[in-house]
Structures are given as structure tokens and as C-alpha cells.
């Protein structure tokens, strides 16, 4: 009885939730987990960013793929050895650095929450699932609820653009920066599927917390003993 008055206070105190966890711990004791969204303050969010720029997963990234074009020579006007692969690898890191920014402004402006919130779920396949969906969504309002996200669809593709009109040879063109676009749009899902089986992200990196939902969330717990 205690437990339901508890969840039906919190309920109605709180408005909605985007994610509950019931957890037993024994046979007695059991726990109520509710993890409830709060809005990224701004230091977070420019942490976030700094983390997702600058972070391990742009610059493993750009070192893997410096490596696969240096094997296929692409472009091949850069040519072989370490300047060559310097300069792909360095090219990568630009598309992911252009990508990160423009998807942090857009999603300012458009006034949504880009930072990645590991799932909250069990299963591979269902984490797998929640990582290739945040690929392309992102948290509005006050209650966390998740959109269809136009900064995460644009950004990919911004950075292939920039790349091309920047750095690339003249020859490569907006139909390269499209096609260089998706691949950038599927590794910006490999990276997310990385964070969530891999690493936690800046929250486990800065704060040592590793919540299902941080950084943008907070966790109570509600306990009755039978």
C-alpha cells in the first residue's frame, strides 16, 4: 500500500516520466527506480559538446578511417605514406568536427537536447535498436519526449559538404558530399551503438556516474519492506 500511494504521488507530482525501472532486490525488499528527465543545464551541454568533438570516439574514428581510404587510396590524389594518411585521417576529423557543430547549433536553436542517453532497457537488440533510433531523434521539452530530430538528419551531411567545398579535390562535387553524407550518417550510428555497449560518455568521464538516462537525468529510489 505504501508503494502504490508513493508511485501515485509521484506521479501526479512529477507529470510524466520518460522512463521507470522496477528492480527487485530480494525476496522482501523490493525498490522502485524512477528516473526522470531534467533538462541539460548549459555547462553540460557545452561539456557534451567538447566531449563529442574532441572526445575518443572523432578521433578513433577519424584514425580508422584515415586507415581504410589510405588502403584504398581515396582520393587518390593525396597520394601514399604518412603525410597521406595524415591528411585523411585530419580530413575526417574535420567532417566529424563540422558535423558535432552544426548538430550542437541547430539543435540550440531548435531548442533540443542532442546529448546521447544510453537505454534504460535489457537486450541487445533492443539497445541496439534505442542507439540506431537516437541516431536520428533527439529530446524536446520539459518532459524528455522524443522527436523525429532535423538538426541529427542535417548535420551528417553538412560536414561531407564542408569537406568537399573546403579541403576535398575539385573534382568532387554535391553528389560526393550526399554519398559521403549517408556514411557519415552510419557512423555516426556506429559511434552511438559504441556508447552504449562501450562507453557512457562524458557523464562517466567528468562525474563518474553511470545512470541509465544521465547526464540529463535523475534517479530516486522508493523502497517498502513486506
Known sequence: MLASSAIGQSAAGEGSSSD???TPFSSTTHAQLRVTYIRPTEKLKIRNYLFDAFGPYPIA???ILGAVNQAHNTPPEWGQGFNAYGERAGSHFGIALATTTTRYALAEAFREDTIYYRCECKGILRRIG??????VTARRGKDGHRRLS???????????????YGWYPGRYDAKDGLRMGNYALLAFMAGNIAREFIYGGPHTLFSQLDLPGSPGAEATESRSNH
Open 61 to 63: 574514428g577519424a584514425a
Open 150 to 164: 532535423f538538426p541529427a538528419l542535417i548535420a551528417p551531411y553538412a560536414g561531407t559538404m564542408t569537406a568537399v
Open 130 to 135: 534505442h542507439a540506431a533510433i537516437s541516431t
Open 20 to 22: 521507470n525501472i522496477a
